[in-house]
């Protein structure tokens, strides 16, 4: 069956119920790529905050303007708007068979209105997506995790992003497609990505502890080959809710 859904990331999307699809792991642990694979094989919405956040005040809706308001001062977006946010992208018609949520919840008060939300009268209508989320966890080492972040490159141009410790330009410094000078994120810098990573690891530890004291976290090790990774995601998603 693996096998088969795989195969199927090169032609159509399967269309099944897939459900609610959650993906843990810090910065760098590769979670954006295995969404998108995801998202590819079944056909369903890769649902991001940071997306949704930026659209909503790029389209000057309510919530979006309450945001900015909020960002300008310099404060953080409270929990209650984000959850809004993300009510009402999880309302669309595309994620009736099911999403993936890239980076919500992060704590364990988005976690239990994300459970509360799904179970309610107001999503009652979405189908398959009204099923128990299935979480995954993207497990990576400290060490590898900084190897990752800091040999991050993107090109200014076209966008594509390399990495000098794993997956090298053919000339140093310079974009395989046009040759421009690649560079670095002010935010990919050592102190700044030791920093990330501690404070990911302090608030998602109890994220984790929720699932896992539930039966619902699947915990991959992140470490190896994307593919092989990818393999054991689709499976894990293969055998639903009982993993």
Same mark, same amino acid.
């Given at each position: 069956?693996?096998?088969?859904?795989?195969?199927?990331?090169?032609?159509?999307?399967?269309?099944?119920?897939?459900?609610?699809?959650?993906?843990?792991?810090?910065? *760098?642990?590769?979670? *954006?790529?295995?969404?998108? #694979?995801?998202?590819?094989?079944?056909?369903? +919405?890769?649902?991001?905050?940071?997306?949704?956040?930026?659209?909503?005040?790029?389209?000057?809706?309510?919530?979006?303007?309450?945001?900015?308001?909020?960002?300008?001062?310099?404060?953080?977006?409270?929990?209650?708007?984000?959850?809004?946010?993300?009510?009402?992208?999880?309302?669309?018609?595309?994620?009736?068979?099911?999403?993936?949520?890239?980076? @919500?919840?992060? !704590?364990?008060?988005?976690?239990?209105?994300?459970?509360? @939300?799904?179970? *309610?009268?107001? @999503?009652?209508?979405?189908? &398959?997506?009204?099923? +128990?989320?299935?979480?995954?966890?993207?497990?990576?080492?400290?060490? #590898?995790?900084?190897?990752?972040?800091?040999? /991050? /490159?993107? &090109?200014? !141009?076209?966008?594509?992003?390399?990495?000098?410790?794993?997956?090298?330009?053919?000339?140093?410094?310079?974009?395989?497609? %046009?040759?421009?000078?690649?560079?670095?994120?002010?935010? %990919?810098?050592?102190?700044?990505?030791?920093?990330?990573?501690?404070?990911?690891?302090?608030?998602?530890?109890?994220?984790?502890?929720?699932?896992?004291? #539930? *039966?619902?976290?699947?915990?991959?090790?992140? %470490?190896? %080959?994307?593919?092989?990774?990818?393999?054991?995601?689709?499976?894990?998603?293969?055998?639903?809710?009982?993993?």
């Amino acid at each position: 069956m693996v096998t088969k859904v795989m195969a199927a990331a090169n032609s159509q999307p399967v269309a099944k119920c897939v459900g609610p699809i959650i993906l843990l792991g810090a910065p *760098g642990a590769g979670k *954006g790529t295995q969404a998108k #694979q995801i998202a590819e094989v079944y056909g369903i +919405p890769q649902i991001s905050t940071g997306d949704i956040l930026r659209a909503n005040v790029a389209n000057g809706s309510e919530l979006g303007k309450q945001a900015k308001a909020i960002m300008d001062r310099g404060d953080l977006v409270p929990d209650q708007l984000v959850c809004d946010m993300v009510a009402q992208r999880l309302l669309q018609p595309d994620a009736a068979r099911g999403f993936i949520l890239d980076g @919500f919840p992060r !704590t364990v008060t988005q976690a239990r209105w994300l459970d509360e @939300f799904l179970g *309610g009268k107001l @999503f009652e209508n979405q189908g &398959c997506a009204k099923l +128990p989320p299935i979480v995954i966890e993207i497990a990576v080492g400290y060490n #590898q995790l900084l190897r990752r972040l800091t040999g /991050r /490159r993107t &090109c200014p !141009t076209c966008g594509r992003i390399y990495n000098v410790n794993f997956q090298p330009p053919r000339v140093p410094d310079a974009c395989d497609i %046009d040759g421009a000078k690649l560079g670095t994120r002010k935010d %990919d810098s050592e102190d700044v990505i030791s920093e990330r990573l501690k404070a990911y690891e302090r608030q998602t530890l109890p994220l984790t502890e929720y699932y896992g004291s #539930q *039966g619902r976290l699947r915990a991959l090790d992140g %470490d190896r %080959d994307p593919a092989i990774v990818a393999k054991e995601v689709i499976a894990a998603i293969e055998h639903g809710h009982t993993v």
